[in-house]
Structures are given as structure tokens and as C-alpha cells.
């Protein structure tokens, strides 16, 4: 079994920064697209960006330009740099990393809450 363990959340006022990071332990064959989604209260989770094991990049377009996602495929570890945050920001994120082990193997983390505001 793979475990996702997320940190670097907190509050932030809006304009600000914060950079989270998710590292992948226990069985690992080879990650290979890893992610983050988010849920705000009374929304469904969203996709926020991925990346596959490669390094192409996809992200939604409410984060793009500000929000940067990146990998450490020696450190089973990524990335989520997020800067100018808005309020409409406030969620929390997940982490997300798959495997292909003869079928697609989800892993997901517990989340790490993000709040902006003044």
C-alpha cells in the first residue's frame, strides 16, 4: 500500500504565497501521475493540476498563471506552488498519485486545509 502524506497548508492573506508538498511512502512500484484537487465547503472536488511521471503538466483554468505544480520522481514527492491567492482559494487540497500495476492503483492524501483571507 501507498501512503500520501501532504503538507504546507495554513492561512495566508490574499496576494500572498504558500507552497505545498506531498510525499508518497510505503510499497511503491513507480508513481506515476501524481496531482492535487481541492474541495471548498458545499463544492465538489475539483482538479487544480497534474503531472505525469514525465513531467507534462495540465492545470485548471482558474489557477493558471499563478499556481505551478512540480515533481521529484527520485524523492516520490511533488510540488504545488501557489501564488497571488484569492479568497476563492480557501479549500482543502488533496493529494493524488496513481500506479499501473496490471490496472490503475488511486492513492489519495487526507488533505491539508488552505485559508485565505485578511
Known amino acids: 500500500q501507498v501512503q500520501l502524506v501532504e503538507s504546507g497548508g495554513g492561512l495566508v492573506q490574499p496576494g500572498g504565497s504558500l507552497r505545498l508538498s506531498c510525499a508518497a511512502s510505503?510499497?511503491?512500484?513507480?508513481?506515476?501521475?501524481m496531482g492535487w484537487y481541492r474541495q471548498a465547503p458545499g463544492k465538489q472536488r475539483e482538479l487544480v493540476a497534474d503531472?505525469?511521471?514525465?513531467?507534462?503538466?495540465n492545470y485548471a483554468e482558474s489557477v493558471k498563471g499563478r499556481f505551478t505544480i512540480s515533481r521529484d520522481n527520485a524523492k516520490n514527492t511533488e510540488y504545488l506552488q501557489m501564488n497571488s491567492l484569492k479568497p476563492e482559494d480557501t479549500a482543502v487540497y488533496y493529494c493524488?498519485?496513481?500506479?499501473?500495476?496490471?490496472?490503475?492503483?488511486?492513492?489519495w492524501g487526507k488533505g491539508t486545509l488552505v485559508f485565505v483571507s485578511s
Open positions: 493524488y498519485a496513481n500506479e499501473i500495476l496490471g490496472r490503475r492503483m488511486d492513492y
Open positions: 510505503g510499497n511503491i512500484f513507480r508513481i506515476n501521475n
Open positions: 503531472i505525469t511521471y514525465g513531467g507534462t503538466t
